[in-house]
């Protein structure tokens, strides 16, 4: 039960041009859904990723990463979902790059120019032949317009496919920026189980494309959590086709502005619907911190409310018990905060003014908004200019029973 959130529109989904996309059944886990992704890029595409940092990552992290690092012009991703290829070692290694070659070997290129991604359930084998049995059909359909069901393709725990696209204005040029995104579990930073996919038919040299991807992934994929479980198998990449106009080298390109702006919004909106649809979500969260000595201390803050199974399971009973958040902030690890000068709202309702409830505060008014489906946390800290936001969901008994039910 996703909040505020429906399947896009396939009609709202720009083609980008350069990026085809073909997906296929692979009877990967399950059987009759569709769980195979191919993405084909057109020579000349820039590409650039971040990747999560638990050190069990997975075999198609590693190898990824390698062929990113190989310097070879990426020409296609292969994603499958139900398996992860995690925690599986030297032969989980071989499979993630035999799944390379297959691909390259339909595609006309070098297996160094395919970038394998998986999710799904970790310490199981990747079954390499139903994949390479599969990637023929997926080759076959290749067609620019496929973004939707690319979307439902990389789907595990989902309840609703991920998508979002716009133009923008860079100069002269209409640049479109499209992308899918899967991931309901196993969210954090560091990467947020997520995989996000996006594309933007600008021309940006790679140098600039890599600094614009870590930026873009602080402000939206590293800005959400449902459970504190960072995955292994996280990952962000940005494809830029460059068929719109000639190449943005350098943020001081007065087209660099508008371009970056349009990336950071498909990639916030695509992040903030991993929330919404959180396993057993039933409430989207804003985590405000501000007036903090700096950003690292904010984040304390809000990450401590935002991962308190106390306060998250207060949210899903719609249970003004807002002493539980005034704890997280105690807990978060500021040594000298003077909790005298820390203010608590509610949406627009004043809950605690100087470290204790504040005197016009009644429960009615805090259960009015906790009641909402979509509802702001802000903390004033009272202790310089800094800022942060987050977004995050309640905890509710579905989460306990989707994942206690993940493997059946």
């Given amino acids: 039960m996703a909040v ?96 390379c070659r297959d691909a390259a070997r339909l595609l006309g290129c070098d297996a160094a120019q395919v970038l394998p991604f998986s999710t799904g359930v970790i310490m199981e084998p990747l079954p390499a032949d139903k994949i390479a049995a ?12 496929r973004w939707s069901e690319a979307a439902t393709a990389i789907m595990t725990t989902d309840t609703v496919p991920k998508a979002a696209s716009r133009r923008v204005r860079a100069g002269d040029a209409s ?20 995989l996000a996919f996006v594309a933007l038919d600008a021309p940006i040299a790679p140098a600039l494309l890599r600094r614009m991807v870590e930026r873009v992934a602080a402000a939206s994929f590293n800005r959400i959590t449902v459970d504190g479980d960072t995955s292994t198998n996280d990952a962000f990449i940005v494809v830029a086709t460059g068929k719109a106009a000639q190449a943005i080298e350098s943020e001081r390109d007065p087209r660099f502005a ?15 619907a991993i929330v919404r649809d959180g396993e057993g979500a039933t409430k989207f969260i804003t985590v405000r911190v501000e007036q903090g000595a700096d950003a690292a201390e904010c984040d304390r803050v809000a990450y401590a409310i935002a991962h308190s199974p106390l306060v998250k399971t207060a949210f899903f009973a719609s249970d003004p018990n807002l002493g539980r958040i005034l704890a997280a902030i105690g807990y978060a690890g500021i040594a000298d905060l003077d909790v005298s ?10 809950v605690a003014k100087g470290g204790a409830r504040a005197a016009g505060y009644c429960e009615e008014d805090g259960q009015r908004v906790m009641k909402k489906p979509e509802i702001a946390v802000r903390v004033a800290l009272g202790r310089g200019t800094a800022g942060t936001e987050l977004w995050t969901c309640d905890l509710s008994h579905g989460y306990v029973s989707i994942n206690a039910d993940y493997r059946s």
């Fill in 341 to 350: 000068r820390v203010d608590l709202y509610l949406d627009d309702v004043l």
């Fill in 175 to 194: 640049i479109v920026v499209t992308g899918i995104a899967k991931g309901a579990g196993m969210i954090h930073p560091d990467m947020a189980t997520m």
């Fill in 134 to 145: 599969a990637l023929p059909r997926c080759v076959a359909g290749l067609a620019e317009s």
């Fill in 258 to 272: 508008s371009v970056y702006e349009g990336l950071e919004d498909v990639s916030k909106r695509l992040a903030q």
């Fill in 4 to 99: 505020n959130l429906q399947a896009p529109d396939p009609a709202d989904l720009h083609p980008v041009r350069g990026v085809r996309l073909g997906v296929a059944q692979a009877g990967i886990r399950k059987a009759d859904r569709t769980d195979l992704l191919l993405v084909a890029l057109d020579p000349g595409a820039s590409v650039a990723g971040v990747f999560t940092r638990n050190r069990f990552c997975a075999a198609p992290v590693l190898v990824a990463k390698e062929h990113l690092g190989a310097g070879k012009p990426v020409r296609a991703l292969v994603v499958n979902t139900g398996v992860a290829n995690a925690g599986t070692g030297e032969p989980g290694i071989a499979r993630a790059r035999e799944t």
